[in-house]
């Protein structure tokens, strides 16, 4: 297998999983980034009773400590059956101990496309948006394993990029578009630092994602356009419009602790 068709996780049956390099995570290098992390536990909420007539709207990450790398399991549960809504949980298993925990509303479908309307501002697409970057401050091999291109106005506190995978997420497949993008949304608290991160500077790892996802996204570029927070207290947040090549379908929200670092 090449390196550019090594997944992000290799399936091993009965809910079992393997991370490889790939989800190599930036604060430690035994840990995986939330960002694959977050594709697989929503590949697996979105195969665990599925319907055809409900889809994820809304999925709520809890991380609960560091995300080792290697073997796992995810566990899933119906918390909350219903007839048009849905509440199911995935959580991430290592070492005996819960170290992610996802929820997820799956609401019915139906053709509203009478009244809809999107209030979010779209983005100019991948291809018009020139400079190519390589956010060489962040350590780990998951940042080196995705394509990031910034568009005019990406500065810092205020992101506007699209990024890509170059890796599938797991396999043997398949898995949908929306669990791919998934898997890079996390990205979004570090595609534009206020902070120089790492020894000398400040930590400000997230300890949640919230994602809300209006309209079923598609293909493989994922678009971010995010502001950056930092209070006065040791909280920040990051805020970010989420969108794929055909305009907006959600936002992310995560909750940061902001820690100075010697």
């Given amino acids: 297998m090449s390196v550019e068709t090594e997944p992000y996780y290799r399936d091993l049956g009965d809910g ?10 930036a604060w430690n ?8 992390v977050s594709g ?40 909350r059956p219903g007839r048009t809504i849905e509440l199911v949980q995935a959580e991430l298993v290592s070492g005996g101990r819960v170290a992610v925990r996802a929820t ?3 609401l019915q ?13 779209p983005m100019s697409g991948p291809p018009e948006s020139g400079a190519v970057a390589t956010l060489g401050e962040w350590p780990g091999a998951y940042i080196h394993s995705i394509d990031i291109r910034t568009l005019p106005g990406h500065a ?8 890509r995978p170059r890796h599938p997420l797991v396999a043997p497949g398949p898995f949908s578009e929306l669990a ?25 790892p ?7 996802v209006y309209r079923e996204p598609h293909g493989e570029w994922l678009g971010l356009q995010n502001s950056v927070t930092f209070g006065s207290d040791g909280i920040g947040l990051t805020s970010t419009v989420l969108c794929d090549v055909s305009g907006p379908f959600g936002r992310a929200e995560q909750i940061l602790t902001l820690r100075a670092l010697s």
């Fill in 29 to 36: 290098p035994h840990e995986q980034h939330m960002g694959p």
């Fill in 156 to 163: 810092p506190g205020r992101g506007r990029a699209w990024i």
């Fill in 40 to 79: 697989i536990l929503a590949h697996c909420l979105e195969n665990f009773q599925s319907r055809e007539d409900l889809r994820m709207a809304r999925i709520s990450y809890e991380i609960l400590g560091l995300i080792p790398d290697g073997e796992f399991e995810v566990v899933t549960t119906m918390l």
């Fill in 206 to 212: 997230n300890v949640d994602l919230q994602l809300h």
């Fill in 109 to 121: 479908l139906s053709d509203t496309s009478a009244i809809e309307g999107i209030e979010d501002e």
């Fill in 16 to 25: 079992r999983f393997a991370s490889t390099i790939h989800t190599q995570g």
């Fill in 180 to 204: 791919g993008l998934i898997g890079v949304a996390d990205t979004s608290n570090g595609i534009a630092t206020r902070v120089e991160p790492g020894p000398g500077g400040y930590a400000f």
């Fill in 104 to 106: 997820a509303w799956r």
